[in-house]
């Protein structure tokens, strides 16, 4: 069998995100998300086909969902579920470290 | 929206492995498991109907499968897919401290 590791084989000095499908069927894609500082541009938001459970595994990130006041404030372990079509956009993350997400993308 | 943390929610002095759904269609049921010291009966063997792909967030443990002769040592960030039927044991997790895993068992 063979193991890999999550956060490892991550780049030095990245200048953009970097998305890895770990694993894809018919109903769902999981995916491994690196940020180094980068967040959503001004303006826009994530709009998806898919229903999303997102858990930050390492660093910090701020979440924002349209239609809400408040930035969520990503620690390591924090999930949350978002339903298709739910505008939400990545406010911030955290500049100068690497911050890792696993998320699963999914239809019901 | 509603956040959680995977590390969050665990009692202390846990005598039994916790499994606890956190989202589950006709096709997938992802899951946190905690364990804390437990392993796999001697001689007994997970053999699945499903594939399951899962890594250790928290904690070791010692993973062993069906006719190899190697342990592997899973650290926090380790995943390995382990397709059904695929018979394998957990041979230890660390004793006297909390190893949290998620658990992704699917269809194709």
Redesign the interface.
């Known amino acids: ?8 084989g991550i780049p030095n000095g990245l200048r953009e995100e970097i998305f890895e499908t ?2 894809k ?4 894609t ?1 995916e491994r998300i690196v940020s180094s500082g980068q967040a959503t541009p001004p303006g826009q938001w994530y709009d998806q086909e898919t229903h999303e ?1 997102v ?1 930050l ?1 390492k660093g910090h990130a701020g979440l924002v ?1 349209e239609g ?1 006041e408040e930035v ?1 404030r ?9 339903p298709a079509h ?1 505008r939400h956009r990545v406010e911030w993350t955290e500049a100068g470290q690497t911050t890792v997400w ?1 998320a ?1 993308h ?3």
């Open positions: 069998m063979k193991t890999s590791n999550l956060f490892s770990l694993l069927t018919d109903t769902f999981l459970w858990i595994l969902f809400e969520y990503l620690h390591p372990g924090d999930h949350v579920r978002i739910r696993l699963l999914y239809r019901e």
